[in-house]
T-cell receptor
Framework: DQQVKQNSPSLSVQEGRISILNCDYT??????FLWYKKYPAEGPTFLISISSIKDKNEDGRFTVFLNKSAKHLSLHIVPSQPGDSAVYFC??????????FGTGTRLTIIP | GAVVSQHPSRVICKSGTSVKIECRSL??????MFWYRQFPKQSLMLMATSNEGSKATYEQGVEKDKFLINHASLTLSTLTVTSAHPEDSSFYIC?????????????FGPGTRLTVL
């Protein structure tokens, strides 16, 4: 049972445009959500998080939006840069509990 | 801040031998560390949760006698793959729980590529 889903395995975006990565979850008990970026043969790097009491969190070029009623979150990257090309994982947890990861979306930024 | 290191980054061993992987939180204390395994083109699979001073909690399907976890201090957890077989070849990643604002966040190590011949 995949509780966290990233339905797009890959995404290509022109440099300078907005990248939007989507994530859906099924467990209504999740109250903390995170996005990680991962390069091949490296560990994931924490990007940004959001708790369920918020619907938006912004950090530089990265913004995470949370729609609790739809059980959906998204990561916006603007403007997209070549260095953003990587696999992005969303993750969710109940506070203090283990993370459940999505399957990842490979983002490719086209120069 | 929130740096997690892993050692070694890459190891090749013969079938039947044991391999130890270290995970350290360098600038914070981590009462909880996690061990993941990643197969090619797949998501991270949680193997076990390691709590300092107590036994690890293993996920369903993970053999605790094969994957020995020790969390002896607030900055160090080790994973020992015992009697390694070629099917144990994988990318092993640890993470340590730290705090990001009011909520905890897992910070990941760089991973260890294990190849069993």
């Amino acid at each position: 049972d995949q509780q966290v889903k990233q339905n797009s395995p890959s995404l290509s975006v022109q440099e300078g445009r907005i990248s939007i990565l989507n994530c859906d979850y099924t467990n209504s008990m999740f109250d903390y959500f995170l996005w990680y970026k991962k390069y091949p043969a490296e560990g994931p790097t924490f990007l940004i998080s959001i708790s369920s009491i918020k619907d938006k969190n912004e950090d530089g070029r990265f913004t995470v939006f949370l729609n609790k009623s739809a059980k959906h979150l998204s990561l916006h990257i603007v403007p997209s840069q070549p260095g953003d090309s990587a696999v992005y994982f969303c993750a969710a947890s109940e506070v203090g509990e283990k993370l459940t990861f999505g399957t990842g979306t490979r983002l490719t930024i086209i120069p | 801040g929130a740096v997690v290191s892993q050692h070694p980054s890459r190891v090749i061993c013969k079938s039947g031998t044991s391999v130890k992987i270290e995970c350290r939180s360098l600038d914070f204390q981590a009462t909880t560390m996690f061990w993941y395994r990643q197969f090619p083109k797949q998501s991270l699979m949680l193997m076990a949760t390691s709590n300092e001073g107590s036994k690890a909690t293993y996920e369903q399907g993970v053999e605790k006698d094969k994957f020995l976890i020790n969390h002896a201090s607030l900055t160090l957890s080790t994973l020992t793959v015992t009697s390694a077989h070629p099917e144990d070849s994988s990318f092993y990643i640890c993470s340590a729980r730290g705090f990001q604002g009011a909520s905890d966040t897992q910070y990941f190590g760089p991973g260890t590529r294990l190849t069993v011949l």
